[in-house]
């Protein structure tokens, strides 16, 4: 094998495996950044020397022992500088680890705790989503700007800032526990459901989906389903996440402009990722305590969705009645307007734009576009076409995805037609 296709797959092992050997490394240095440099390093070491010695037969094993070690050795020449460190390294002889990696287990612990600093709510939402997405996500800077459509210097900023704060707040290399894990579990869970839904529907761009966000969400979610079993929030949260990207082919045409739940191909939606999704939203259920989260109740109406074979076979009055289980655990005006909809196939367009009425001077939507657009859906159904009109034209100047803007535009052309 020549050295380019040895280049490659150490390359594409780090990235599998970068998680892990993160964490490895964090969990003796109890410093993210610091972590990550550890693993450049062994990253460094595999290209040096695996053209020469060949590919070890457990790679993703030869590089945690080997940023184990460096973190080990690092400890060590610099415990005497800070109390810290030296707090650290009195405990160096045990943690030391053999030739081979510890109880995958360890290692699985390992990346529990990485995942929870990373989602820390004493950073930014924007600076956990590109933590989260550079440490447990394996992608670049350049990467995550991309995804995030964000310039590459504001996207490494956030990054430096983030792992600066987590070391000055001296944020513990821990899996919280009692009360305070219930907590960080939500800040865990809100990080992967907002990548999910940046790459499900863009908030901006060219482009209504980003499929890679949408992976990398539903990796994240399958890593902590295996990790917290017993959590029934978490398979909830995959659930919902299966759940939803099973509609992904049939959500754009190929010209890549959405297409309307009502007009989709259910042909087209993923019936493995369904499956999943319904099994996740089981294990929920049979774990759930004191009645379902927000999460289950969210995934229990897009399986509601799953089930329809047809859209006019859809269970509207049962999404109407989740959604207002919902709105109960968290008063929002989104989840409102999301139920606003469901009312208006249950009960008739009448009812849906009282609800909608009375959410208008909410300043939480002063400049969300999905409220115009669903009051001119409303109004478009009652035959009140200029208002209609108006209000897909408000809604297209509010977005700012291009793709859904021309939809906009072309509903607000339609009506009446």
């Not at 009812?351 to 300043?363: E, K, Q, S, W």
């Not at 409220?371 to 200029?386: F, I, N, T």
């Amino acid at each position: 094998m020549g050295a380019r296709p040895v280049d490659e797959a150490i390359e594409t092992v780090y990235r599998i495996e970068s998680p892990r050997i993160i964490a490895a490394a964090a969990r003796i240095v109890r410093d993210v950044g610091l972590a990550e440099e550890l693993a450049q390093d062994a990253l460094v070491a595999a290209l040096e020397q695996w053209p020469q010695t060949g590919i070890p037969d457990r790679p993703g094993a030869w590089l945690i022992t080997t940023v184990r070690n460096r973190a080990v050795d690092l400890v060590r020449r610099e415990q005497n500088h800070t109390r810290k460190l030296a707090e650290i390294g009195r405990g160096l002889e045990e943690t030391r680890p053999p030739d081979l990696p510890a109880d995958p287990d360890d290692i699985d612990d390992d990346l529990l705790r990485l995942i929870f600093v990373a989602c820390h709510p004493v950073l930014s939402t924007p600076a956990r989503i590109a933590l989260t997405l550079r440490l447990l996500g394996g992608l670049t800077t350049v990467e995550i700007a991309r995804a995030v459509l964000a310039p590459e210097s504001t996207v490494a900023q956030r990054i430096v800032r983030a792992k600066r704060t987590l070391a000055a707040r001296q944020v513990p290399f821990e899996v919280p526990v009692g009360a305070d894990r219930a907590a960080r579990l939500s800040s865990v869970l809100e990080v992967v459901y907002l990548v999910f839904n940046e790459g499900y529907s863009a908030t901006a761009g060219d482009d209504l989906l980003r499929p890679g966000l949408c992976e990398d969400a539903l990796r994240l979610a399958r890593v902590l389903a295996v990790l917290m079993p017993d959590e029934p929030e978490v398979h909830a949260l995959l659930a919902l996440l299966s759940l939803q990207a099973s509609r992904t082919a049939a959500r754009v045409d190929a010209d890549g402009d959405p297409v309307l739940l009502a007009d989709q191909d259910r042909t087209r939606w993923d019936r493995m990722l369904i499956r999943l999704g319904v099994e996740s939203l089981q294990r929920a259920r049979s774990l759930g305590r004191g009645g379902p989260g927000p999460y289950t109740l969210q995934a229990a109406i897009a399986a509601c969705h799953a089930g329809a074979l047809r859209y006019a076979d859809t269970d509207w009055a049962t999404i109407a009645a989740l959604y207002g289980q919902l709105y109960v655990l968290t008063p929002s005006p989104v989840v409102e307007l999301n139920r606003a909809v469901a009312v208006s196939r249950a009960d008739g367009p009448d009812a849906a734009l009282a609800i909608v009425d009375g959410l208008a001077a909410d300043p939480a939507l002063r400049g969300y576009h999905l409220l115009p657009s669903v009051r001119g859906d409303l109004l478009e159904q009652l035959g009140r076409d200029a208002d209609a009109r108006a209000e897909y034209t408000r809604a297209a100047e509010l977005t700012q995805n291009l793709r859904e803007r021309d939809l906009l535009l072309r509903r607000a052309a339609a009506v009446g037609g």
